[in-house]
Nanobody, 120 residues
């Protein structure tokens, strides 16, 4: 079945940078959307950034101008470059993909998450 694996999380000081990566394997159907979500302790999960196969991108307001999402379709890989990190960016970051099925329906899959901690 479909598996997503994230990497690149860690501890960074405010103002620093990290790049997250996610590799998707096992999908026999097209990936239409690649997304990053995050969930801070005690908080609900929120959408951070999204990338469509058409090349369109979208970002949550708190990360606009600081984060950049990009993808490698051939390798089924999506990246999230995070610059000027702030303490409020601290969270577990999850990769998410939307796959188109032959029926016309879509299914989404999640990675296990990678932890990002921004602290001085």
């Amino acid at each position: 079945q479909v598996h997503l694996v994230e990497s690149g999380g860690g501890l960074v000081e405010p103002g620093g940078s990290l790049e997250l990566s996610c590799i998707t394997s096992g999908s026999e159907f097209p990936i239409y959307i690649m997304r990053w979500h995050r969930q801070a302790p005690g908080q609900q999960r929120e959408l951070v950034a999204a990338l469509s196969t058409a090349g369109g991108t979208s970002y949550a307001d708190p990360v606009k101008g600081r984060f950049t999402i990009s993808g490698d379709g051939a390798a089924n890989t999506v990246h999230l470059q995070m610059n000027d990190l702030k303490p409020e960016d601290t969270a577990v970051y999850y990769c998410n993909v939307v796959v188109g099925l032959p029926s016309g329906d879509c299914s989404q899959y999640w990675g296990q998450g990678t932890r990002v901690t921004v602290s001085s």
